[in-house]
């Protein structure tokens, strides 16, 4: 199975800050790769998809960039709904596989 | 509105079985492939299976975990997908999802819609 690692674990962050989160792939999978925020109870939600591409009403101050083996998720400017757990996952290989997840919390 | 509820939820002892259903509303459900996750308690979300769109004949494939043991199934006139799982153990308690593959021509982007969830959980 491909090994996705994501870091940090956690991150303190302020409203207005910038957030970058990393993703690494155990083997290359191209730009296979989606993140998706979760927030507390609640079911995942999809942010972007292809390594960069936006989902449909997905606010542009998130960003994603990368291609073979690391991956960057970035929130340019972090707003208090952004507060999160946040994963990336690899569609490129059977089994799809997660990081172990981003929380980014209040500093 | 594209929707996905799920149901079935509970506790169960361990060695018994357990159907979730999940419900679908807004799109056409054939054309969709259909995934069931879980989240353990304080855990990350970990993939069981899926079931592929009509057009893929509905082939499912499933985690080496639950692989002998869970069944996904899906009736296309309810626009229902199922999962259905025997002889559960503890480690199966989890909150399930079932999610909607993003695919073009059999290649998946992603899981653009996610059901609420429902909790199992496998306990003497």
């Known amino acids: 199975d491909i090994q996705m690692t994501q870091s940090p674990s956690s991150v303190s962050a302020s409203v207005g800050d910038r957030v970058t989160i990393t993703c690494r792939a155990s083997?290359?999978?191209?730009?296979?790769l989606a993140w998706y925020q979760q927030k507390p109870g609640k079911a995942p939600k999809f942010l972007i998809y292809?390594?960069?591409s936006l989902h449909t009403g997905v606010e542009s101050r998130f960003s994603g960039s990368g291609s073979g083996t690391d991956f960057t998720l970035i929130i340019s400017s972090l707003q208090p709904e952004d507060f999160a757990t946040y994963y990336c996952?690899?569609?490129?290989?059977?089994?799809?596989?997660f990081g172990g997840g981003t929380t980014v919390d209040m500093k | 509105e594209v929707q996905l509820v799920e149901s079935g939820g509970g506790l169960v002892k361990p060695g018994r079985s357990l159907r979730l259903s999940c419900i679908t509303s807004?799109?056409?459900?054939?054309?969709?492939?259909m995934n069931w996750f879980r989240q353990a308690p304080g855990k990350g979300l970990e993939w069981v299976g899926f079931?592929?769109?009509?057009?893929?004949?509905?082939?499912?494939e499933y985690a080496a975990s639950v692989k002998g043991r869970f069944i996904i199934s899906r009736d296309e006139s309810k626009k229902i997908a199922y999962l259905e799982m025997n002889s559960l153990k503890s480690e199966d308690t989890a909150v399930y999802y079932c999610?909607?593959?993003?695919?073009?021509?059999?290649?998946?982007?992603?899981?653009?819609?996610w059901g609420q969830g429902t909790t199992v959980i496998v306990s003497s």
């Open positions: 079931s592929r769109s009509k057009a893929y004949g509905g082939a499912t």
């Open positions: 292809s390594a960069s």
């Open positions: 996952q690899q569609t490129n290989t059977l089994p799809p596989t």
């Open positions: 083997q290359g999978i191209g730009t296979w």
């Open positions: 999610s909607r593959e993003m695919a073009v021509l059999g290649y998946v982007y992603g899981l653009d819609v």
């Open positions: 807004g799109f056409s459900f054939g054309d969709y492939g």
